[in-house]
């Protein structure tokens, strides 16, 4: 497919003529009588144009039938005739419909702006002025596809031919979607969400937007700390276009708006129906899809309904089910030692310092899994010399047991209704629903030590059968749990939006609408788990006895250590944790938009905005994981809810200057009422629209933004975490810093709202040009700038065990002076936040735990380039292509961590920073007659090395497809996803499984059909 596609496109470029012949060529079509908007949506895909289509100039008109060899001209003419209506074209060969002129006589005369478009063909008359359409960034409708600031425009059309089978699919390959976010493979906190990450400010601080209205936040919080939206809960059936506004717009859509604003707008005015199937896999095994899709519409003499209907199934993908993903594939390990294994089964003696030695399991245990342990003498380097540190049971087969890419069934509806009161009056309201079961698997449970309710596990006791402090470790297998699937977690989901409204028009200059609306979010979370007390019994029996230094006593059941469970063992002292959660925001808003008075230069925009709106969440975890409970073993959670009133008004302005320069301005209140500090807030934005000449625009917009504390940081119960970490302390006063090999062991954290936390604030600005530069071909280049204030970040567990390190030793890791003396305010503040316990040999205490909070402290500053190509061709014999490229980079990226240090100003180069510096997207479209092709390319940027020694090179996806109409009503298609099975860079320095950025999917080549049928 890949040298069939070349080899259209180099015969593409050699004969290609200007895309203005396009309207020339005769070609056939068979365009059945149908209402005006459909017949003109037919047109459309037959000839492959844009046609801009205003559902209020269409609606109640019909379109006769169009059969024979028509030119577009005389096609329009043919389908418009008697309508009222004509059209105009743009230089970039976009086709609006428009009102054609009235035979009575005009109004007053009024000095247009320049509009980027050519005149009309000679077999058209030029209309009056061109219709305007609301575009996301503004509230005022505009005649002009392209302003102040830049909106990328993805249309449905073009996620199909991208290869895209989900909407979230689409918005990640946005070049200013450049931000890390976790992914399937990151596991955490964030369960089945699918987070958006716009210029790496992070996923809560993008705003999605369905048809212009707020949507409910994920109502689990991303890392198990703040609220985010989830982008993966679209029903593709029912987009029409995504719109997407990269910086700051908190002054036409209140907070959250500070890096973006990502508008879905969904279909309106359908006529006809049509339905979709699409059936994949993975060339290298497993992840079958299924996507059935129907999307359809109605109109009466007074009404209209658009209707869309979806369902879609992901196989779960396991890392057993790819050859590669192998923790022997370690491309970095040290040739002293070789790969070693992860620990099955072992038993250190004297703590669990990594330098201890292992006490031999009796002869045959490994076995005893049935291949899934092997027989393994641990070793490590200690002195630049292989220390040899015993024997255990190693496993290569728990790093498989992992999801590569979660299970699935989706379903999805949508409805749109209108009803026309009179001409100057429509009622309308929407019901979009979505409901989803997903599965995953981020591993097997491991048991590490005896547990205490309301403390946890802890991972070293005393056991008189050795003599000695033992630290236990053994990790449970499929054979011991009833199999793989039992150890899935399952997620039950249901978003649900419900609009419904008034429109109208108030005399000739104003337009205005009142809408009611409430989005709902619904998460349910179930996952087998053990109980602490239980595994207490069958393992490590009761405690007996408390060492002086308050180490336990406990005596190790070595005859069920050494041995499998068995599936009904291990069902005897397991549960099922629960958790829900859920989220919702009820809104109601008063638009009025329309032109207030004639200027000199033209009409004066304006738009006034009214809103009120109530927002809510509620997080129930399972209450035998909260911290301060914790009676399940080894696993915590987080609780919090809590809800806020906003009210907010604003106002913008559209001002034509002169002939060529336009003017905007915006400005807009927010005031808030919950339990934070946050009072109120006032944002305000102002562009610039330069129109030389009718080919050339030149742009420029700043605007301030603001985000108000994510109702998580503010009403969290207490958020608790597991995780190995560095104990700088340790490891200074024992000379091993700054490597601290074998100071690192599991500990706990937690973090707490803070009712006190204010607002983020923020400014971006932008500067550019948009330049038709022949007919048919455009081009666009913008400088961006973004800084953000007063940023809520939480204070990390590392940075805080080091910060107690220096404070208790007076130097960093790094070995130089801590720059807070042991008495300052700071050190009393930050050893407070750290608990630890004696331990047996130990002179310094081991940490149980790290308490931390969200504190108004970071500044982030990032800066960068976006440009983009557009090229339309005409060829005499091969067909018509349709070109894109899309770039961004990132030329600055900025931050301070903490207020009492210095900007970090090379943060964009820095080896911890996992944003990409670059993305390129590109694609290329082609039909001819019956046949279509695409190719649509990505390109991400480098990424620093695991070890910090320089970047490891770009990575580069490619899609292509392949369809052909068999049927005046049928089409069928051809999808090859990832055309060279490209899975990531390699990174020779990566010791860490899976050895590669989970930024890169592992799932590889994906093929597909699909087949389309109309029913008209």
């Known amino acids: 497919m890949s040298v069939a596609l070349g080899t259209l496109l180099g015969a593409g470029f050699a004969m290609a003529t200007p895309a203005a012949q396009a309207q020339t060529e005769t070609r056939t079509y068979a365009i059945a009588a149908q209402p005006l908007g459909g017949a003109l949506n037919r047109l459309a895909e037959a000839a492959d144009l844009q046609i801009l289509v205003p559902p209020g100039l269409v609606k109640d008109k019909t379109a006769p039938a169009l059969n024979g060899r028509y030119t577009v001209a005389q096609a329009l003419q043919a389908l418009l005739a008697g309508s009222g209506l004509g059209y105009r074209t743009t230089s970039g060969g976009v086709i609006t419909i428009v009102a054609a002129p009235a035979s009575a006589p005009p109004p007053p005369p ?130 029409d276009r995504i719109e997407v506004l990269a910086g700051g717009a908190s002054a036409i859509y209140g907070a959250d708006a500070v ?142 047991y992992q999801h590569l890419s979660k299970g699935k069934n989706e379903a999805a509806a949508y409805v749109f209704g209108t009803w026309d009161f009179n001409e100057n009056l429509q009622g309308w309201a929407s019901v979009q629903a979505w409901w989803s079961k997903a599965e995953s698997l981020g591993g097997f449970e491991s048991i590490t030590g005896p547990h205490t309710d309301g403390v946890g596990r802890r991972g070293d006791f005393y056991d008189p059968q050795f003599a000695n402090t033992i630290a236990p470790n053994r990790l449970l297998t499929p054979m011991e749990v009833g199999g793989v699937k039992n150890m899935n977690q399952h997620y039950r989901e249901r978003s649900l939006d419900l609009a419904a409204g008034l429109r109208g028009r108030l005399g000739d200059r104003f337009d205005w609408d009142v809408t009611v609306s409430r989005a709902d979010y619904y998460f349910e979370r179930n996952r087998r788990r053990m109980i602490g007390n239980k595994v207490n019994e069958f393992f490590f029996g009761p405690q007996i006895g408390t060492r002086p230094n308050g180490t336990p006593i406990h005596r190790l059941n070595l005859e069920r250590w050494y041995r499998p469970m068995t599936p009904a063992e291990y069902a005897a002292i397991s549960t099922t944790a629960h958790y829900e959660a859920e989220s919702w925001v009820n809104t109601a808003s ?181 330049w038709d530069v022949i007919d048919g071909l455009s081009m666009n280049v913008d400088y961006w700038n973004i800084e953000l204030e007063g940023a809520i970040e939480r204070l990390s567990t590392s940075r805080i065990l080091a910060d107690e390190a220096g404070c208790r030793t007076g130097r960093r890791l790094d070995g130089a002076p801590f720059k807070y003396g042991p008495d300052s305010g700071y050190c009393q503040q930050v050893t407070a936040l750290v608990t630890r316990r004696p331990e047996e040999g130990e002179p310094i205490g081991r940490i149980t735990e790290v308490r931390s909070a969200p504190v108004n402290q970071s500044y982030r500053r990032v800066a960068g380039i976006d440009a983009g190509l557009s090229w339309r061709l005409e060829t005499e014999r091969l067909g018509r292509y349709n070109f894109r490229l899309d770039w961004s980079h990132t030329l600055a990226s900025e931050q301070q961590v903490y207020a009492t240090e210095a900007v970090e100003k090379d943060w964009r180069d820095d080896s911890d920073n996992l944003d990409f510096r670059s993305r390129v997207r590109t694609g290329v479209d082609w039909r001819a007659g019956d046949w279509t092709a695409s190719l649509f390319g990505t390109r991400y940027g480098s990424l620093p090395r695991a070890n910090g020694g320089g970047r490891i090179g770009p990575h580069f996806l490619w899609n292509a497809n392949i369809g052909k109409r068999i049927t005046e009503r049928a089409t069928i298609k051809l999808y090859v996803n990832n055309l060279f099975n490209s899975l990531h860079p390699r990174d020779p320095s990566n010791n860490s499984f899976p050895y590669f950025y989970d930024a890169y999917s592992p799932v590889g080549r994906e093929i597909a059909a699909q087949l389309d049928y109309r029913f008209d």
């Open 590 to 770: 008063f638009v009025l938009s329309g032109d207030l008075f004639e200027l000199p230069a033209g009409p004066l925009g304006m738009a006034v905005v009214v809103e009120a709106s109530h927002q809510g969440y509620e997080l129930d975890s399972d209450p035998r994981v909260q911290p301060g409970v914790v009676q399940l073993y080894n696993l915590t959670g987080t609780n919090g809810g809590g809800e806020r009133d906003r009210y907010a008004a604003g106002l913008e302005f559209s001002i034509p200057l002169t002939s060529t320069l336009k003017a905007s301005l915006a400005g807009r209140f927010d005031k808030y009422d919950d339990i934070t500090a946050v009072d109120d807030a006032k944002t305000w934005n102002a562009g610039l629209e330069w129109r030389p000449t009718d080919r050339l625009l030149i742009r420029g917009a700043y605007a301030t933004s603001f985000k108000a504390p994510d109702m998580h940081w503010v009403f969290s119960e207490g958020s608790g975490s597991f995780g190995n970490q560095t104990d700088p302390w340790r490891c200074i006063a024992a000379g091993a810093n700054p490597g601290c090999s074998g100071y690192s062991y599991s500990m706990f954290s937690i973090t707490e709202g803070d009712p006190n936390l204010e607002e983020e604030t923020g400014k971006s600005w932008s500067a550019g040009f948009v």
């Open 259 to 400: 890096s973006g604003v990502v508008n879905v707008v969904l279909k309106r005015n359908y006529d006809g129906d049509q339905v979709k199937l699409r059936a994949g896999t993975s060339t290298m095994g497993g992840r079958d899809r299924v996507d059935l899709q129907w999307t359809g519409g109605k109109t009466g003499e007074r009404w209209g309904v658009t209707y869309a209907f979806q369902y879609y199934n992901q196989e779960l993908l396991y890392g057993f089910q790819r050859d590669s993903w192998d923790l022997r594939a370690n491309p970095a390990a040290d040739p002293r030692l070789g790969v070693q294994p992860d620990a099955g089964l072992r038993i250190r003696l004297g703590g669990t310092s990594s330098s201890n030695r292992l006490a031999a399991p009796p002869p045959g245990t490994c076995e005893r899994w049935n291949g899934e342990f092997v027989n393994w003498t641990y070793r490590r380097i200690s002195g630049g010399n292989v220390q040899a540190l015993g024997n255990g049971c190693g496993t290569w087969n728990d790093a498989r």
């Open 110 to 239: 009024r000095k247009p702006a320049p509009k980027a478009s050519s005149a009309a063909p000679a077999e058209q008359a030029g209309p009056t002025e061109l219709a305007s359409v609301q575009v996301t960034g503004s509230r005022i409708k505009r005649a002009e596809v392209e302003g102040p600031s830049p909106v990328t425009v993805i249309s449905a059309e073009q996620i199909e031919n991208e290869g895209h089978a989900t909407v979230f699919e689409a918005l990640e390959t946005l070049v200013m979607a450049s931000g890390a976010v976790e992914t399937e493979l990151s596991g955490g906190f964030s369960a089945n969400a699918h987070p958006l990450n716009l210029r790496g400010l992070g996923p809560g601080r993008s705003l999605l937007l369905i048809d212009g209205r707020r949507a409910a936040d994920y109502p689990f919080p991303y890392e198990g700390r703040s609220n985010f939206q989830n982008f993966g809960n679209i029903p593709s059936g029912a987009v």
